[in-house]
């Protein structure tokens, strides 16, 4: 059984975490911000487990909203699964950390609490094609880059946990895509996209939030909004202008789209929560200067 866990960050159904029943116990797939510890906790509790019933966690990626309370688990007693370019990052992640902090200031903690090593003996790195059995349930990672270049999805038989490789849709919202710096690419997110699609899911479960069952639709729409979003971004990049520039005016282009679907003011509010569209301004522009320089 798959239990959705809404750990409440800032307001409600912006990030999950996922519990898998299994033979052998609970497993945890993302552990969302440490500044959300709490409410992890509540839900695991909620659940009948303790956080130290959750002996393996399985990350899509390193990014504070997914693996923030990574290293409180493990200090819980859980190995922590992850892609071997973000494994350096949670042994030590301190350059990680540092370099949000430049970012949010005196918010980092208040947004995302601490981040602290995790031993080296309770960290496994995962390459392509890994599989891990706990119990009755086997998990297999597949290596899906575009948003980051430490990104997989886990495969549970017919169901995959997406990480932010499928986007961000709330209460069958829009799908939005989050293109934070410094590693969006968008040709890889493409050939990420076609990877989960050829595995045939019927179900995806995403971070930002829930489960998705119309996989092909969602996964039409969030390519859609990765050209629609790129296109509209490359113009002011050729035009020199910087992102603290750009970025009022993608805020306004976005909301607008999303009045279009519908969508009240509480709403919107949720999605900017979820997936800033201020960092996606920085995390496109990046991509067309790097594309830029690949193709020179």
């Given amino acids: 059984m ?13 990030i999950a975490t996922f519990v898998v029943e299994t033979s052998a116990g609970p497993v945890l797939l993302e552990t969302g911000p440490h500044s959300c510890i709490e409410k992890l906790e509540a839900g695991i509790n909620k ?25 409180a688990m493990a200090e819980a007693g859980a190995k922590i699964y992850v892609h071997p370019i973000g494994y350096p990052h949670l042994l030590d992640p301190s350059r990680l950390y540092h370099s949000a902090k430049r970012i949010y200031g005196d918010m980092m903690e208040k947004l995302w609490g601490l981040m602290k090593v995790i031993p080296e003996d309770q960290l496994i790195m995962v390459e392509d094609h890994a599989t891990i059995t706990v119990g009755d349930q086997t998990f297999k990672a597949w290596y899906t880059p575009g948003h980051a270049p430490h990104h997989i999805v886990w495969q549970m038989g017919e169901v995959v ?8 849709s709330m209460n069958n919202g829009p799908v ?12 890889a997110w493409y050939a990420s996209i076609d990877l989960v699609l050829g595995l045939a899911p019927k179900e995806i479960y995403l971070a930002h939030f829930g489960k998705v069952m119309a996989v092909e639709k969602h996964f039409a729409s969030l390519k859609q909004a990765l050209k629609d979003w790129g296109q509209w971004i490359k113009p002011h990049w050729e035009a020199g202008k910087t992102p603290k520039e750009v970025a009022p005016l993608f805020q306004a282009y976005v909301a607008q789209q999303m009045r279009d679907f519908g969508l009240n003011e509480e709403e919107i509010g949720q999605y900017e929560t ?18 830029a320089e690949r193709e020179a």
Wanted: hydrophobic share 45%.
């Fill in 47 to 71: 659940l009948g487990y303790q956080l130290s019933d959750i002996e393996h966690v399985l990350l899509s990626h390193i990014h504070f909203d997914h693996a923030g309370a990574a290293w």
């Fill in 2 to 14: 798959i239990h959705i866990l809404d750990l409440h960050f800032q307001v409600p159904q912006t």
């Fill in 176 to 187: 939005v895509p989050p293109c934070p710096p410094p590693d969006i690419n968008l040709e």
């Fill in 161 to 168: 946990f997406a990480g932010d490789i499928a986007g961000c």
């Fill in 274 to 291: 979820a997936n800033p569209s201020w960092m996606s301004v920085a995390g496109l522009m990046r991509y067309w200067k790097k594309k």
